[in-house]
């Protein structure tokens, strides 16, 4: 499940100012049907970098379709 930027920030701040792990936060928050593991990635995440934000390239690589890589895949192929 994707948090929104404001279950971010709660979670954080519930974190941070009361120490609360995910159990307790999952507990506080029942309506809110997060996933315990999801949870639990983010906090560590957040005690590890202390940001909730992704790493800087942690996404898929993009690719191109100039004609330098078609005449590459087609010499492959």
């Given amino acids: 499940m994707a948090f929104s930027e404001d279950d971010k920030i709660l979670i954080k701040v519930l974190r941070l100012e009361k120490g609360y792990g995910a159990r307790r936060i999952k507990s506080e928050f029942p309506n809110k049907n997060w996933n315990l593991s999801s949870l639990s990635k983010l906090i560590k995440?957040?005690?590890?970098?202390?940001?909730t934000e992704r790493k800087a390239g942690s996404g898929r690589p993009r690719f191109v379709a100039t004609a330098n890589n078609i005449e590459a895949i087609e010499d492959l192929y």
Wanted: glycine residues 14%.
């Fill in 45 to 51: 995440k957040m005690d590890e970098t202390g940001s």
